[in-house]
């Protein structure tokens, strides 16, 4: 896991969203892919990420980049807490 992080979610097949984390400075190589995740619903994300990674590893991040939706944010502050 990076220290920079950027998560966002995108529709890839017929309708189904997902949210996908990424490591920054991946700059798309191996490695650059942290999770796809089947849901948008902060709650769940927050438990597939927290459940996934050590806390070692989260206290790690120092920059989450999102987009603009309440979800996003509210999933961020929850995996910071």
């Known amino acids: 896991m990076g220290?920079?992080?950027?998560i966002d979610k995108?529709?890839?097949?017929?309708?189904?969203?997902?949210t996908i984390v990424?490591?920054?400075k991946g700059n798309g190589k191996k490695g650059a892919?942290?999770?796809i995740i089947k849901e948008t619903k902060?709650?769940?994300?927050?438990?597939a990420i927290t459940d996934m990674v050590l806390f070692s590893n989260l206290v790690k991040?120092?920059?989450m980049?999102?987009?603009?939706?309440?979800s996003m944010d509210m999933?961020?502050?929850q995996i910071a807490k």
């Open 61 to 63: 991040i120092k920059e």
């Open 42 to 47: 902060s709650s769940i994300i927050t438990k």
């Open 75 to 77: 999933t961020v502050h």
């Open 3 to 6: 220290e920079e992080k950027a």
């Open 33 to 35: 892919l942290a999770a």
């Open 22 to 24: 990424i490591n920054k």
């Open 65 to 70: 980049k999102l987009d603009l939706s309440n």
């Open 10 to 18: 995108t529709g890839l097949i017929e309708g189904e969203v997902y």
